[in-house]
């Protein structure tokens, strides 16, 4: 049966990419930082031994030159390999369509100014469309952060935080139980509606509970609102064809739910790994179950904990045993990232890196596929494997 699981460890990049430099990102290494940093604060190397086993360590070696601190496999399982990115931004939404097969070649909208980032018209139409007493925040802010500074005052008064980042980004925490979450999900809907003129990837809704600012915390009723990938995916052509997309997490709410012919929640990587597994299981012939490991990046990347980065790391490579045991005969995984966040690199962002390709199956020998020159390859690579008409981006690596 053809069977595909892709899973995305959301911004593991493996060395600072090409065009890094006019991104600010030039010398980050998600990768090899997390590495050094575990080094140094635990005095062992990160252990990752299966996915050293699938190439990481020499994808790692071969995008940047340098070796990560973890020690390499001498039987090599899998195909292994890197990619740059053609996108023009480093966000999650263009990451993944490219993995998909489309890249994003068009500039999305940002909102630049760190404070009084949005315009006066937008936040008039917002407070007079949902009826809320007005915004707090109003500006670039890392989601955490602003809980402690802002929750009470959110509390007190009933505003919705309102904030973005260097992301094409509307982000909107409100406290599920005072403000509440299907409010806070109708209040998104509309600043949806309205920011597609501002050409904004995304809004996001961050609810989360607590009582005070030693407390308050996200909860996993995280929603993306996207716009729709501008081109059909490898999602949109298996699905046409017949096939099944499974979303784990937050895969459908990336590609806008097109393309997706189930949607699984879960929250934290332990609860990802095991319904992916359940999924995989299940999933009839010429499926894909989608999977993005949204911890790497929301709980360490963007937090700046390498070392959170590196335990995450060795708890899923403690898995990944388990999801090669549950491919198929002719089943085929891909791990790779949709952008990097390293921990160690100044300020809260992204970072334009490389992303590695590590693609396993039970019936081809390894190889190394070397530098890919866009996220699509993997994309093509899929729809190869699948049979169906070749998409307009990427080079196959299986032939
Ligand atoms: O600081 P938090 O709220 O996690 O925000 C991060 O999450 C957003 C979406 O991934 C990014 O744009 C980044 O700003
Ligand atoms: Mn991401
Ligand atoms: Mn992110």
Request: glycine share 10%; hydrophobic share 40%.
């Amino acid at each position: 049966m053809k069977k595909a699981v892709i899973l995305v460890l959301d911004s593991f990049g493996v060395g600072s990419a090409p065009d890094a430099a006019s991104f600010g990102d030039a010398g980050a290494n998600t990768f090899a930082s997390i590495s050094k940093a575990f080094f140094s604060h635990k005095g062992r190397q990160l252990q990752l031994p299966n996915l050293a086993r699938l190439g990481l360590v020499k994808a790692g070696h071969a995008a940047s030159g340098e070796l990560a601190l973890v020690e390499d496999s001498s039987d090599t399982l899998g195909s292994y390999g890197y990619a740059r990115e053609l996108s023009s931004g480093k966000d999650t939404p263009s990451g993944h369509w490219e993995i998909a097969g489309v890249p994003v070649l068009f500039d999305w909208g940002y909102f630049h100014d760190k404070t009084n980032s949005f315009p006066a018209e937008l936040i008039e139409e917002l407070v007079r469309r949902t009826g809320v007493p007005g915004i707090l925040g109003n500006c670039h802010a890392s989601g955490t952060d602003i809980l402690v500074k802002l929750g009470d005052e959110h509390i007190r008064s009933g505003m919705p935080i309102c904030y973005t980042s260097a992301d094409s980004v509307f982000q909107v925490a409100a406290h599920e139980e005072h403000f509440g979450l299907e409010r806070l999900y109708q209040f998104c809907e509309v600043a949806r509606e309205l920011l597609d003129s501002y050409n904004i990837g995304r809004v996001i809704a961050r609810p989360f509970l607590g009582t005070e600012a030693t407390n308050y915390a996200r909860t996993g009723n995280r929603k993306d609102y996207s716009v729709l990938p501008p081109a059909p995916t490898v999602l949109d052509m298996l699905t046409q064809a017949g096939g099944t997309v499974v979303s784990i997490g937050k895969i459908a709410d990336i590609y806008a739910h097109q393309g997706i012919s189930k949607e699984v929640k879960a929250t934290g990587l332990a609860a990802l790994v095991d319904k992916t597994l359940h999924e995989m299981a299940q999933a009839p012939d010429h499926s894909i179950v989608f999977t993005n490991l949204v911890d790497f990046d929301q709980n360490y990347g963007h937090r700046r904990d390498p070392i959170g980065y590196g335990e995450a790391l060795e708890y899923f490579d403690s898995r990944l045993p388990e999801l090669m045991a549950a491919l198929d005969q002719d089943g085929v995984m891909l791990l790779t990232a949709d952008h990097g966040c390293d921990p160690t690199w100044p300020g809260t962002e992204h970072t334009r890196e490389y992303v590695p390709v590590l693609w396993f199956n039970k019936f081809q020998p390894a190889r190394d596929l070397g530098e890919r020159q866009s996220f699509a390859d993997m994309g093509q690579t899929l729809a190869a494997y699948f049979g169906l008409q070749p998409l307009s981006y990427g080079q196959s690596f299986l032939n």
